[in-house]
């Protein structure tokens, strides 16, 4: 390698001996010169590149494997011979997994590969709380550290090195990798008023600080992130590869919200439109309506670039050449936004526009259980891979997710837990699952994912009991006093009947039909519910506002367990907060403010089991079940087929080999060679 760098710069010198000797010479001339100094510069670069991530493929391998092919041994195997390096927390030391290329096949790289989405609401990184939000800058941004999808349980390097905690668990101190730029924002580019904007800037502790900064100024609109990090004490600097963290206790949700920090573009965030600087006491207000925001730029040190956006109709990205790491096997990614209903999002994917999807129920049901479509395989019990024969393939997967319906506690007739409690008994959850979902969907009786060891299993399921459920309500107080088949109550001098609406999600015929028996089961014990959908964005407005009596509703489940942002009372009647039910109780709150403080393992276990107690008592949600699903992909072509961009490999072996709740990851698919 350093043979190939001295050669280079030799060349370099020579041409550069070139142009002064014929300085004087025809301008024709010294043109060409001027292009091959060009050329000879951008070789270089490219070789320093691949010199680059040549000499990180080898560091990161273990000294005795020499020179051979790149190992696909996941990243544990890295580092047997430092086995403080597991990935697994712990004080003094950096303990972080080196970052895993092995993946990564420079050969695989190309192509343009389509999925369906919904349109993110808005691109704030701060701001803005949805999971579509959240994809975006998964891809356009990167975090100090990241979770292998080997071992999610543990953490890797990311734009960190190292981290090194010290102090109990109070201060974290990370070193950042030297030479990652930011992305220069597409939706700027060409515009003369953007000059300012046309050039590299490095990414620096300073931009993980702004992030904090931005979260900690009580002007931010952010409550759902402020949460997590009203204890820490502050963030410095010491020299810009250098972050320190400095939490006021040992917290348990320091480590995730520490190690999974994202920097934020403090050259745009903290800057007018004219490129002049933001007062520093005004910074805060203009991030929740900045100009960048307006225009949907967006702005990270990821492997995806923004290249355009068209709100619900299309997203693209494309693959940012200066990565720092290794980025996914494709050249382009297009998010289709404009098919909302499930019917045309299946005839996209059969007809080839679309490369992955997922089957909805009813359709798992016509397209694979009743053999509608002959291109996906049909269904063995024995054997859970029978779909990867198929030139559609197909695989049952698990989802880190639950569904729920969600009661409003802060007036009645949700008030009461009783009447919680009757709703609850009145969802036949097993008969659903088997005739709305045909099977897809694992029960459960509380927050906590049913493979978890935090899951408490001693909770007793609320069953399908009409009976429990009538005397629950009469013990509530009640009854069909005017005879008209639905339940009433006097409260505050008024008789109230007990009519309700659940809202939910537009374009779900599983929903309807689930709701649809729901209903019928409700009437049957005099209670009156009407079911009104709406489009996602709205339905988002509605959670945020708490605008609804009964609502449904889904969260994803985390690796690290936390009872604060869902379930505290200081969060049920903060703006666009997570406690959208307003649940409150003082022993939740004691228990959740402890289990922050607690890093025992086996002591985390058995708080996170009594406050699902308590809730699964209170039934602030009816809990329905864990996601399941059916992940379909474009696997094989059909014989004669010359279309190489359509048909993906390396689907099967990320489903083989990944951990089940994260295998769908796209790190081994590529197109058809």
Request: hydrophobic share 40%.
């Amino acid at each position: 390698m350093n043979a190939l760098k001295i050669a280079l710069l030799v060349a370099v010198a020579v041409l550069l001996l070139v142009v002064v000797v014929d300085r004087m010479r025809e301008p024709a001339q010294m043109q060409q010169v001027h292009k091959s100094l060009e050329r000879m510069a951008e070789a270089t670069r490219a070789q320093t590149e691949e010199l680059r991530n040549l000499r990180q493929v080898l560091e990161a391998r273990p000294a005795a494997a020499g020179p051979a092919v790149a190992s696909s041994a996941p990243a544990a195997a890295v580092v047997a011979n430092d086995p403080a390096r597991d990935g697994n927390p712990r004080l003094g030391a950096n303990f972080l997994l080196p970052y895993d290329r092995s993946w990564h096949h420079r050969e695989w790289i190309g192509g343009n590969i389509k999925t369906i989405a919904a349109s993110p609401k808005g691109l704030n990184p701060l701001t803005e709380n949805s999971a579509e939000s959240s994809a975006v800058y998964g891809l356009c941004n990167d975090s100090l550290c990241d979770r292998p999808p080997t071992s999610p349980e543990q953490w890797m390097e990311g734009l960190a090195e190292s981290v090194v905690i010290s102090d109990d668990y109070q201060t974290y101190t990370f070193r950042i990798r030297p030479g990652v730029r930011w992305h220069r924002p597409v939706v700027c580019a060409g515009k003369p008023e953007f000059a300012w904007l046309d050039k590299d800037v490095e990414l620096t502790s300073a931009d993980f600080k702004f992030t904090i900064d931005l979260i900690q100024d009580a002007t931010v609109d952010c409550p759902q992130i402020k949460v997590y990090y009203e204890d820490l004490a502050g963030a410095s600097c010491p020299d810009a590869s250098t972050l320190v963290l400095k939490w006021k206790r040992p917290i348990f949700t320091s480590l995730s919200f520490s190690m999974g920090l994202q920097p934020t573009p403090r050259h745009i965030y903290g800057r007018n439109r004219d490129g002049s600087p933001i007062p520093p006491e005004q910074v805060g207000v203009v991030f929740n309506k900045h100009w960048f925001d307006e225009l949907r730029g967006v702005c990270g040190v990821g492997s995806y670039i923004l290249e355009s956006f068209e709100p619900d109709k299309v997203m693209a990205f494309r693959r940012n050449p200066a990565y720092w790491g290794a980025t996914l096997h494709f050249e382009r990614l297009e998010w289709v936004m404009d098919l909302k209903r499930p019917d045309p999002q299946l005839v996209a994917f059969k007809n080839g526009q679309i490369h992955s999807h997922g089957l909805s129920p009813l359709q798992y049901k016509s397209e694979v259980l009743d053999r509608k479509e002959p291109r996906f395989a049909a269904a063995d019990p024995a054997n859970p891979k029978a779909g990867r024969a198929g030139e559609l393939g197909w695989e049952k997967v698990k989802g880190l997710s639950f569904r729920y319906l969600g009661w409003n506690m802060r007036k009645p007739p949700f008030d009461d837990k009783r009447v919680r409690q009757a709703m609850s008994w009145c969802f036949p959850k097993e008969r659903v699952i088997r005739d709305v979902f045909f099977g897809l969907g694992c029960p459960v009786s509380s927050d906590v994912h049913p493979d978890s060891q935090y899951c408490n299993r001693a909770l007793k399921p609320y069953g399908f009991d009409l009976a429990r459920a009538k005397a629950l309500l009469a013990e509530a107080g009640w009854s069909d006093s005017d005879g008209d088949g639905v339940l009433d109550k006097l409260i505050e001098g008024k008789r109230v009947p007990l009519r309700f609406t659940i809202k939910y999600g537009a374009n779900n015929p599983e929903a309807d039909n689930m709701l649809a028996v729901y209903r019928n089961e409700l009437k049957s014990v005099g209670v009156a519910m009407t079911n009104t959908p709406f489009e996602w964005k709205e339905l988002l407005r509605i959670f945020e506002d708490k605008d609804f009596e009964a609502i449904v509703g889904g969260w994803q489940m985390d690796w690290d367990i936390d009872y604060f942002q869902l379930w505290h009372s200081s969060q049920a009647n903060l703006a666009k907060s997570s406690n959208h039910c307003g649940f409150a109780n003082k022993r939740v709150d004691e228990l959740a403010e402890k289990l922050r403080l607690t890093f025992d393992t086996q002591a985390r276990i058995a708080i996170a089991q009594e406050i699902q107690a308590i809730i699964h008592d209170e039934q602030p949600y009816t809990f329905l079940w864990s996601g399941e699903g059916i992940f379909v992909w474009q696997n094989r072509a059909p014989a004669g087929s010359t279309e190489k961009d359509r048909w993906l490999d390396g689907v099967t072996k990320g489903l083989d080999t990944l951990h089940p709740l994260v295998n769908r990851s796209r790190l081994f698919w590529h197109f058809a060679r």
